[in-house]
Antibody
């Protein structure tokens, strides 16, 4: 059974850098048929996919155009986890952030973390 | 691709059937269309993948159908725990797109 455990701050100030971590159990961050994603949900934007990282003989990443200039998603193989870094946050980045696994066989996001509410406020 | 879900809110009683729609702004070239259920305070839960395949542990009251640009989630014999928000989602060109959601509420 795959489990994803998220950690990170709940309150940020504008212009700070958000760092969230997703610890994986029951699978490997380096798996060849999976990808590791970050998604957020806000009242104004609904569910918004932010990006992913995955390993296929080497590491790759993809990002949503809406955050591409500010976001980085990276793996940590020693801890079997991956992280989201979002720079220069604004109140528009206030949302519940989720990590999730994509599995090739189902071609969608099948396991999700519990979610973390991140509030950006001065 | 933009996914538009309808209706925005659906008010029904337990025991009734529900039909939720998801329309894509262009014909999907794959069947990579999924449906999720989200209850308050919980993460989205995968119900249906590849348009019509139930995920592990999902009761057969949930049925996904459709192709091209029109997809449907049908829930028969609504149970109290089915009242939640439902999202459709498409995966293509290395990104995921979500519909805005349908709220299924108790009448």
């Amino acid at each position: 059974q795959v489990q994803l455990q998220q950690s990170g701050p709940g309150l940020m100030k504008p212009s700070q850098t958000l760092l969230l971590t997703c610890a994986i159990s029951g699978d490997s961050v380096s798996g060849n048929s999976v990808a590791w994603n970050w998604i957020r949900r806000s009242p104004s934007r609904g569910l918004e996919w932010l990006g992913r990282t995955y390993y296929r003989s080497k590491w790759y990443d993809n990002y949503a155009m809406s955050v591409k200039s500010r976001v980085s998603i990276s793996p940590d193989t020693s801890k079997n986890q991956f992280s989201l870094q979002l720079n220069s946050v604004t109140p528009e980045d206030t949302a519940v952030y989720y990590c999730a696994r994509y599995w090739d066989t189902v071609a969608t996001l099948d396991y999700w973390g519990q979610g973390i509410l991140v509030t950006v406020s001065s | 691709i933009v996914l538009t879900q309808s209706p925005g809110t659906l008010s029904l009683s337990p025991g009734e059937g529900a039909t939720l729609s998801c329309r894509a702004s262009q014909t999907l070239t794959t069947d990579f269309l999924a449906w999720y259920q989200q209850r308050p305070g919980q993460a989205p839960r995968l119900l249906i993948y590849r348009a019509s395949i139930r995920a592990t542990g999902i009761p057969d009251r949930f049925r996904g159908s459709g192709s091209g640009a029109d997809f449907t989630l049908t829930i028969s014999r609504l149970e109290p725990e089915d009242f939640a928000v439902y999202y459709c989602q498409h995966y293509d060109h290395s990104r995921h797109t979500f519909g805005q959601g349908t709220i299924l509420e108790i009448k």
